[in-house]
């Protein structure tokens, strides 16, 4: 008799684990559906309520010193503009990187670069910029920056205006971020 009742038990809890795993399993379908629909939804956001309009901007003459002393931090980043603030130039991390050239192959990489760094103490922005960045206008959605930086394996993108003036730097984690907001 008593082991009728085990048996019992041991069915109801088996069923009660079923139960459990199918439950789970809808809701893992329901999400994955939910966030396969926001994901689509993403790439008709405008990009101007995603892009960043705090970034970091800089002049062609501005020193090469003065580039390094700015993207400390969480910078990675800078958009060269004018007076009027039209996009003029771009440079990231990577760019500044290979301004400075990778040493040869029996030499110290420390002084290399500090003797690179001290030839071209009078080298401007301008010198290291990319002078025809590619841009997103600020009218265009995500979709078409999400192509767009597939395309060109570009990380960041000016946004930009009719009259190329710069309104924000749009990146692949500010996109990032959205998705993980709509898919929590």
């Not at 809890?13 to 994901?39: C, G, T, W, Y």
């Not at 290979?98 to 009078?122: D, M, T």
């Amino acid at each position: 008799m008593e082991d009728k009742s085990s048996d019992k038990a041991k069915n109801s809890k088996a069923k009660k684990i079923h139960i459990i795993h199918s439950k789970r399993r809808l809701i893992q379908m329901k999400r994955k559906e939910e966030l396969s629909h926001n994901i689509r939804y993403i790439s008709k956001v405008p990009v101007k309520l995603v892009m960043d309009t705090e970034f970091l901007t800089l002049h062609p003459s501005d020193s090469l010193s003065k580039l390094v002393q700015d993207l400390r931090g969480e910078e990675s980043s800078a958009v060269v503009v004018d007076e009027e603030g039209r996009l003029l130039g771009f440079i990231t991390m990577k760019d500044l990187l290979n301004f400075f050239e990778p040493p040869r192959r029996y030499s110290i990489v420390g002084v290399n670069l500090l003797k690179k760094y001290s030839l071209n103490r009078a080298s401007r922005v301008e010198d290291i910029m990319v002078k025809k960045p590619i841009t997103i206008n600020v009218k265009d959605d995500l979709g078409r920056a999400i192509k767009l930086m597939l395309e060109t394996g570009k990380h960041h993108l000016p946004v930009v205006d009719d009259e190329n003036r710069v309104h924000g730097l749009l990146e692949v984690k500010d996109i990032i971020r959205l998705i993980r907001i709509v898919s929590m």
